[in-house]
């Protein structure tokens, strides 16, 4: 197993044991909250109401928010912050500004991901002071593990704001029971959530080498905020009982702004919530007319199509156009320009959060990510022939988020002409792939999802592209669903050599006769032992590799570690997957 989820896993197990040691039982408790046990998933949670079920979605199936939100306060994406500032700065936190999005300060991250990154390690460390002993911060960050999901599962994003809670004091001044408290009465008097609304998740945190118990706030099926208790340094442990307390400890909260502000109006998804005047200037430029009834069936259970957790795309979809008394077909296509104006509203403003703090769409590092999600705003623009300038949604944008980052107008001439050069750039691509395509089409070749990948990165053509061009005439072409997040792992890939590159080619020849590998990491993610068949066990360049019908192991993706661990008397030396099959390098 991997050793930041064994020591989560040890952690969850060790504070479940003794909870008044690592969470503020007797402030939950005064609070009129009780500990209880979901019947569904295990875990240990916290509510004023007895019940059966946690709260978490995978637990209540959907988001019963949605049209119908406990929340008396409806905010504005930039309304949020502000309240919460007011609300928290009277309780003794200082406001900071956000750190820069483009993470210039990490050599491990191209871009800010969470409130507490700018203050690790050497705050979180206890090397360097903070800015002050209670902080709050309205820090945007970049994620793109989740591009092919945006604007369909209508809570993904490329872009998004963690407003981070942090107290950073010395082991015998650190006060858990205020600041739980302080979250809990922003959500209940200022949100205006009712108490009985709320349920608070016994959990456990791992991140930056450090770690702790935490607790996650829901209501109605949505994680609304988690805060982290950081208590321990496990950068050399290989268990629980290895972690040494830090010299501080540290309070790490963080909520999803777009979450609160989702949650307060009940809205069909995050983007109408967060972004309307964006919003409306694309529906009112595309004049699209969807079947606006369908759809809002459609975004209360839209959150299974998460290709994260799905096997089966196409299945999946299926499922959900049977729930709605559908097809598959019909579904798909209502849905796909509302996803695309969706799209084309999260990513201007994430390019336009990169593009002001000096990144550059490119074909290297972080600045893949950047060309791709312009590329794919592009590319809807160009199927629905919609009339719709990047820049003048940007605009829209910055003025929106100006309450809350005002400096986000002060670049926009020299976004123009970044805009303007890569669109240049876009309009000469297009003219040359039509000839490309038809050579495809000339060769008759049935293409792999390798064969995308490398039509997008050296040729920039989409498969949607091909798709379109072969139904032409008459050719059924089937496309990969997640194709902009396997281009990510081949540039990932990349990074890491060509000879790393050059033998997982040789992987695929291997298993390319095998079935998809069951993964019970999915099913149970803590589970440590079971067994399995072994399909293939075979050596390529002296290595040893084993194939089993079902594992345990979660293979290196998304930035996260391969587990670690044994099979039989193998030792796992890192885990692969090609393609649907999961590969085991043993030793």
């Not at 360097?128 to 994003?157: K, M, W, Y």
Request: charged share 30%.
């Amino acid at each position: 197993m991997n050793i930041a989820k064994k020591i989560k896993k040890q952690i969850i197990e060790e504070a479940s044991s003794h909870p008044e040691k690592y969470f503020p039982v007797k402030t939950l408790e005064e609070m009129g909250f009780k500990r209880q046990a979901c019947t569904k998933c295990g875990c240990r949670f916290w509510s004023t109401q007895e019940r059966k079920i946690c709260g978490d979605t995978s637990c209540t199936g959907d988001y019963d928010f949605i049209g119908n939100t406990p929340a008396k306060v409806s905010m504005e994406f930039p309304e949020v912050y502000l309240k919460w500032r007011e609300y928290i700065e009277k309780r003794g936190y200082l406001h900071v500004n956000r750190f820069p999005i483009v993470a210039r300060w990490r050599d491990d991250l191209d871009f800010n991901i969470a409130s507490v990154i700018g203050f690790q390690p050497y705050v979180t460390k206890g090397e360097v002071a903070p800015p002050a002993e209670l902080v709050s911060i309205p820090q945007n960050c970049l994620r793109f593990g989740d591009v092919d999901n945006v604007g369909f599962t209508g809570r993904h994003g490329t872009g998004f704001t963690m407003i981070g809670q942090l107290a950073f004091k010395k082991p015998q001044e650190y006060e858990q029971a205020k600041y739980v408290k302080d979250l809990l009465e922003w959500f209940t008097e200022i949100v205006k959530i009712p108490k009985e609304e709320l349920q608070i998740h016994e959990d456990a945190w791992v991140g930056g080498g450090d770690c702790g118990p935490s607790m996650e706030f829901f209501s109605r099926g949505l994680e609304l905020a988690n805060q982290v208790y950081m208590w321990f340094d496990m950068s050399d442990a290989q268990d629980i009982k290895d972690l040494k307390e830090l010299k501080i400890k540290v309070l790490d909260m963080g909520m999803g702004q777009e979450r609160v502000c989702w949650f307060s109006k009940g809205s069909l998804n995050q983007y109408e919530a967060t972004m309307p005047q964006v919003i409306a200037h694309l529906k009112e430029q595309t004049k699209i007319s969807p079947n606006w009834n369908l759809y809002n069936k459609f975004s209360k259970i839209a959150g299974v199509l998460n290709l994260d957790e799905v096997d089966d795309i196409e299945k999946a979809w299926e499922d959900v156009a049977k729930e709605l008394d559908t097809n598959k077909e019909t579904l798909q296509n209502e849905v796909d320009q509302i996803a695309g104006i969706y799209k084309i509203a999260d990513h201007t403003r994430s390019l336009l959060y990169a593009l002001t703090d000096g990144a550059l769409p490119s074909n290297v590092k972080g600045g893949y990510n950047l060309r791709i999600i312009l590329r794919v705003a592009l590319d809807y623009i160009h199927k629905y022939n919609w009339d719709i300038d990047l820049f003048t949604c940007m605009q829209l944008h910055a003025k929106e988020l100006a309450p809350l980052y005002p400096d986000l107008q002060n670049e926009l001439g020299g976004i123009k002409k970044i805009l303007d050069m890569e669109k240049v750039k876009y309009q000469n691509h297009k003219e040359k792939v039509e000839n490309k395509i038809q050579q495809l089409l000339k060769k008759n070749k049935e293409l792999s999802n390798d064969d995308f990948i490398e039509l997008y990165i050296s040729e920039g053509i989409t498969p949607q592209e091909i798709k379109v061009s072969f139904e032409k005439v008459g050719k059924k072409l089937i496309v990969p669903a997640n194709f902009f997040t396997l281009v990510t792992q081949r540039f990932e890939e990349q990074k890491q050599g060509q000879g790393q590159a050059t033998e997982k080619n040789l992987l695929k020849e291997a298993v390319a006769d095998l079935p998809p590998t069951q993964a019970l990491y999915y099913e149970n993610s803590y589970e440590s032992k079971g067994q399995a068949k072994i399909l293939k066990n075979f050596e390529i360049k002296g290595k040893r590799y084993v194939v089993l019908d079902k594992t345990l192991f979660y293979p290196t993706a998304g930035g996260q570690l391969h587990d670690k661990g044994k099979l039989g008397n193998w030792e796992v030396k890192d885990v692969i997957k090609v393609g649907k099959v999961i590969v085991h390098q043993v030793e």
